[in-house]
């Protein structure tokens, strides 16, 4: 009987490769063996009966023939060997700015043929095996980093960046608020600015309004509990931010005059009240005969002593002011009785 055969060697990464083969399978071994590996490999072909050392120079599956020539008859047996692809390593950074205490971030860009095994070297002795790592710098520095991939398949490539990462130093952020728990009817706070190695710098007072100047002095026009955060930059790039509380404690006035005389002098032309820390306001005038002759919901506004273009006459008016107060949302109001003298 004669029936040849071969068990095939595992497959081997592309560099690298050599395969060695072992004729098995029934004959007697007094004939002659033939091996063929294709056009791929070197040699190509083999007339041991173990040979060793078979490379291949291309990645795929490939057929080898092993064919046995004994007592007049020939038979033969064919199987696949197969060489797989080199991975390509490679990656990248998010940003080319690193900052010390700051996370670097790390961007796989590589490429292969099967889900990959990760280890990342980061030059200050740390390592990560994940696809997309994080990195604090715990100081300033050069570091080299690299990356070494596996594949499935054992095949493996490595990648370095080709300079040093350089780690630069972060500048400190710092202020000082004055005061920092004031009342609705003291809200201006004043900002010093206590940082060090800032080139530019941004303030955040936690109502909307931004500033550049670390130095400054901002009103607030509401009550409230506001974060202020102050966010400084140095000459590399990188950031440092700090935070501070500022309570602007709710509190309400409201005054009134009992007469005005809107002569146009420049002095007491205006009815209006004076309301601080209030909200659903209304403010209403109405002539003797109970006919109302002005209105306004906002607290800036005043009567002049004008009705539909012309200057009303001397005589007692009635008012009605009606507002919530900001400490208790508390309604109150207010009805009296004003005079009008031109």
Excluded at 64 to 84: A, F, H, I, R
Excluded at 151 to 172: E, K, R, Y
Excluded at 247 to 253: G, S
Aim: hydrophobic letters at 35%; proline letters at 7%.
């Amino acid at each position: 009987l004669l029936a040849p055969s071969f068990t095939p060697p595992p497959g081997e990464c592309v560099y690298n490769n050599h395969f060695n083969f072992t004729a098995a399978g029934a004959f007697a071994g007094t004939g002659t063996f033939s091996w063929s590996f294709g056009t791929n490999a070197n040699p190509q072909t083999s007339n041991q009966q173990n040979p060793t050392n078979i490379v291949y120079g291309s990645v795929g599956t490939f057929p080898v023939t092993l064919t046995v020539d004994e007592n007049g008859c020939t038979n033969n047996y064919t199987n696949n060997v197969t060489v797989y692809p080199k991975p390509i390593a490679n990656y990248g950074l998010q940003t080319s700015v690193a900052c010390e205490l700051q996370p670097v971030y790390f961007i796989d860009s590589s490429q292969a043929d099967t889900p990959l095994t990760y280890l990342w070297s980061f030059g200050d002795g740390q390592t990560s095996s994940q696809q997309n790592p994080f990195h604090t710098y715990p100081s300033v520095g050069s570091y080299f980093t690299n990356l070494i991939i596996t594949t499935a398949h054992g095949c493996i490539d490595t990648f370095a960046l080709p300079t040093s990462l350089t780690v630069f130093p972060l500048p400190q952020a710092a202020f000082i608020l004055t005061p920092k728990d004031t009342s609705i009817f003291y809200p201006d706070v004043t900002m010093t600015d206590q940082s060090t190695g800032a080139t530019g710098c941004a303030v955040f007072w936690g109502d909307g309004a931004t500033y550049t100047n670390c130095d400054s002095l901002h009103h607030f026009s509401k009550p409230g509990s506001y974060t202020v955060m102050q966010v400084v930059v140095n000459a590399s790039g990188c950031y440092d931010t700090a935070y501070s509380e500022v309570i602007i404690r709710p509190e309400f006035l409201f005054w009134l005059p009992n007469a005005f005389t809107p002569n146009g002098n420049g002095v007491n032309d205006i009815f209006k009240p004076v309301v601080l820390g209030v909200h659903d306001y209304s403010f209403l005038v109405f002539d003797r005969w109970g006919e109302k002759i002005f209105e306004t919901n906002n607290i800036s506004d005043g009567w002049n002593g004008y009705y539909k273009g012309n200057l009303c006459s001397n005589d007692v008016y009635v008012y009605k002011i009606t507002f919530r107060d900001d400490v208790l949302s508390k309604l109150h109001e207010y009805i009296g009785r004003v005079t009008l003298v031109r």
